[in-house]
């Protein structure tokens, strides 16, 4: 079950913090991402190292086809607002992603394994009642497999 690897000390950020507190919490905690909350403390988004990456890089180019001088984008056109808005944000909330996976307590850990691989994640915040009790990271799964062996 989910609880019983999950780390229930979770560092979390609020979502009004700048991008800068935000890179020191990271930092100070040797974490490569963390869970927004609310002044609730309800779960809004997760925010990651790749995230802050954004502010220091360019907004990838959409996809585009040039005819008789007219632009026909055919992807990324989306992306490519997604990183001008990130590129531009100085709080959490604008950059982190709010379209979150989460699990329950009573999850089986082959299931939370399993939303990591498809959803390609690192970490996946547990949820009870609308309260975060806990966050469980590849290396708790690798760490529980190693015990089992």
């Known amino acids: 079950m989910a609880r019983e690897i999950m780390n229930k000390n979770v560092i979390t950020v609020q979502e009004e913090a700048t991008i800068e507190e935000v890179a020191g919490i990271l930092t100070d905690n040797n974490v490569s991402g963390a ?10 988004g997760i925010v990651t190292e790749e995230d802050l990456l954004h502010k220091k890089t360019n907004p990838r180019v959409p996809g ?6 007219a632009f026909i984008y055919i992807s990324g056109v989306e992306r490519y607002r997604e ?30 394994a399993g939303l990591m691989v498809d959803h390609d994640i690192k970490r996946l915040p547990v949820v009870e009642n609308d309260a975060l009790i806990g966050i469980i990271s590849r290396a708790d799964i690798v760490r529980t497999i190693a015990r089992q062996a």
């Open 64 to 69: 585009f086809l040039n005819i008789l001088g």
């Open 83 to 112: 990183d001008l808005k990130k590129l531009a944000a100085t709080k959490v909330f604008e950059i982190m992603t709010t379209e979150v996976v989460t699990v329950g307590g009573d999850t089986e850990i082959e299931r939370v």
């Open 35 to 44: 869970p927004v909350v609310n002044k609730e403390g309800k779960l809004v």
